[in-house]
């Protein structure tokens, strides 16, 4: 097993639809241990109960807003553990009203709310959780291609999805000495909570469908294969980039 013993916090699992759960179930049959965080206490009846389904030896509260959740991540994660191998970075939000308007109507508070929550967390995570990562700690954040294309209804999200890319470079670059490494991976569009919110969802489901070079969508576990490698020693070499996991849509010209 690939991932025999490996500490692996996944942060932003909302149900069992999620792209992080999908990551989850593939790293457990590796032979990861596993830690969850959730957002509020409406998510944590449900993520407590997968916690328990997989085998996760703890969770914990986290908005990544609030600094002193933060503070209390670094104290659990070192009494629980004291060190952390992998870093699953799933967190991301942007207020309905600013997917569903023009979008040169985003509002000023809906930008940085976006660009709070969905890139400047994985600086506050790494931050934070700095002292105890490991030797060769891996971390990723999930990401999409409405990134470095314009995507009908994505709006301020993917200009906070750009912001997340950019911001794993030069994660990349500032912790690579240290042998850590910082990825992204960008998954096809797949049906989770935080994609529902996504006024032009099915339309992306159907052209990946009928349109990409594999004629299918993705699926969790594609997602998850991918992570579980970058989590790997398989990926010692591997830093700094987008990896794409999207039945090859993203390849195709307009």
Not at 22 to 29: H, L, N, S
Request: net charge negative.
């Amino acid at each position: 097993m690939i991932l025999k013993d490996k500490k692996v916090l996944i942060l932003g699992l909302a149900n069992d639809k999620s792209i992080a759960w999908g990551i989850a179930k593939m790293m457990k049959e590796q032979g990861a241990r596993l830690a969850f965080s959730y957002l509020n206490e409406a998510l944590q009846k449900r993520v407590e109960p997968l916690s328990e389904e997989i085998g996760g030896e703890f969770t914990f509260e986290l908005d990544v807003t609030n600094d002193v959740h933060l503070d209390a991540m670094e104290n659990t994660v070192k009494e629980k553990w004291g060190s952390v191998d992998v870093i699953v970075h799933s967190l991301a939000f942007a207020d309905k009203s600013d997917l569903k308007d023009r979008f040169h109507k985003t509002s000023r508070e809906g930008f940085k709310l976006a660009h709070d929550i969905s890139a400047y967390s994985l600086i506050s995570v790494c931050e934070t959780l700095k002292p105890l990562m490991s030797e060769n700690c891996s971390i990723m954040a999930l990401s999409y291609h409405g990134s470095v294309k314009v995507l009908n209804g994505y709006n301020v999200m993917g200009v906070a999805k750009a912001s997340l890319e950019s911001t794993m470079r030069y994660l990349a670059d500032d912790l690579g000495p240290e042998g850590i490494r910082v990825n992204c991976i960008s998954a096809g569009p797949i049906r989770t909570l935080a994609a529902s919110g996504v006024p032009g969802l099915k339309g992306f489901l159907k052209d990946v469908e009928e349109k990409s070079p594999l004629r299918r969508n993705v699926t969790q576990e594609d997602v998850g294969g991918v992570a579980t490698f970058l989590a790997s020693s398989l990926s010692n070499g591997v830093t700094g980039q987008v990896l794409y996991v999207d039945s090859g849509i993203s390849i195709l010209g307009a």
